[in-house]
């Protein structure tokens, strides 16, 4: 999607081992949300930022960590991956807090083993 | 907690059908509601954005409402066309940055 990009697109991982995910944008907005994708529960929030180093917990925040050194860049980090975290993840932009201008990346399939 | 709900789970229609997808929400407390589109394999692209002070919006041959009181959307979609064929969704924005989404109605239109 044109603005944001996610990194990998797929990736195969064993139980236990840290992975990290990339989530680039050059819209320059201020807020930046992950998510992960699961069948039957739609999106679920893990964390979002709203600004350089300011982050906070989503609904699903337990085994994920986040940073944001800089605008353009969020990263998720699952510090020992388990299969529970086997799912879809997407990253999402946005301008504002109200849902303007809401962006997706085209996902990250995480598959852990 | 807000809870959304969409219904049904999936759907098929012939070519050139209206048709009508469903949202439910629990807590009537939201900002906006937004109207997402899914293709297989790809990320949501954003349909219809609805403030939480109007009833409905436009685009297309898209229309979806918003009755708060009553906690419901609805996503018309007219003439339906194979194109049209995705996985909707539909998402509450509420307090504290917080976007709620339903598990998505997957629309298949048949030529």
């Known amino acids: 999607d044109a603005g944001i990009t996610q990194s990998p697109r797929h990736k195969v991982t064993e139980t236990g081992t840290p992975v990290t995910l990339r989530c680039h944008q050059t819209?320059?907005?201020?807020?930046m949300y992950w998510y992960r994708q699961d069948p039957g529960h739609g999106l679920r929030l893990i964390h979002y930022?709203?600004?350089?180093?300011?982050?906070d917990k989503g609904e699903v925040s337990d085994g994920y960590s986040v940073s944001r050194s800089k605008t353009e860049d969020f990263l998720l980090t699952l510090e020992s991956a388990t299969s529970s975290q086997t799912s879809v993840y997407f990253c999402?932009?946005?301008?504002?807090?109200?849902?303007?201008?809401?962006?997706f990346g085209s996902g990250t399939r995480l598959t852990v083993v | 907690k807000q809870e959304v709900t969409q219904i049904p789970a999936a759907l098929s229609v012939p070519e050139g059908e209206n048709l009508v997808l469903n949202c439910s929400f629990t807590?009537?407390?939201?900002?906006?509601l937004q109207w997402f589109r899914q293709d297989p394999g790809k990320g949501l692209t954003s349909l219809l954005l609805?403030?939480?002070?109007?009833r409905e919006q436009t685009s297309g041959r898209l229309n979806a409402s918003l009755d708060k009181s009553s906690g419901r959307s609805t996503l018309y979609i007219a003439a339906s066309q194979p194109g049209d064929s995705a996985t909707y969704l539909c998402?509450?924005?509420?307090?504290?940055?917080?976007?709620?989404f339903g598990a998505g109605t997957r629309l298949t239109v048949k030529p």
């Open positions: 807590d009537s407390a939201i900002y906006n």
């Open positions: 819209e320059n907005h201020r807020y």
């Open positions: 930022s709203y600004g350089v180093k300011d982050t």
């Open positions: 609805i403030q939480s002070s109007q």
């Open positions: 999402a932009i946005s301008s504002d807090r109200d849902g303007f201008g809401y962006t």
């Open positions: 998402a509450i924005i509420g307090g504290g940055n917080d976007m709620r």
